[in-house]
């Protein structure tokens, strides 16, 4: 199930984070392998590329956390891989928490389901 998350990035996040290449929806979590964050858009992925600190500092802050606990969404630590990733709309800064198996097929069709 997709949950809107009810904060947006910050203008100009994705291109800080690392990610350049475009598209629409885009997808950030957390891999254990290596600790590092990531990014997904559908065609291309990358973990190890990103800034880590930037991806943290936005999960991180007081309401955010508060929102992904009270939701159960999990997005991968140092320990264990993500249960779920954000979906982010490159276009506004939207965002949107779904499991990992949702979120792929979100940026593989680039469509948010009906």
Avoid: K
Wanted: glycine share 8%.
């Amino acid at each position: 199930m997709t949950h809107t998350v009810p904060f947006r990035l910050p203008p100009a996040f994705l291109a800080a984070f690392g990610y350049r290449a475009g598209r629409r929806f885009v997808a950030l979590y957390w891999e254990p392998s290596g600790d590092e964050a990531c990014y997904h858009d559908g065609l291309s992925y990358a973990c190890g590329l990103s800034d880590n600190w930037l991806f943290l500092d936005f999960v991180r802050q007081t309401d955010m956390r508060r929102w992904l606990e009270e939701n159960g969404v999990h997005l991968g630590n140092s320990d264990e891989p993500a249960r779920h990733w954000l979906v982010v709309e490159s276009r506004t800064g939207e965002v949107h928490a779904a499991p990992c198996r949702e979120a792929l097929a979100i940026i593989r069709r680039q469509q948010l389901p009906e």
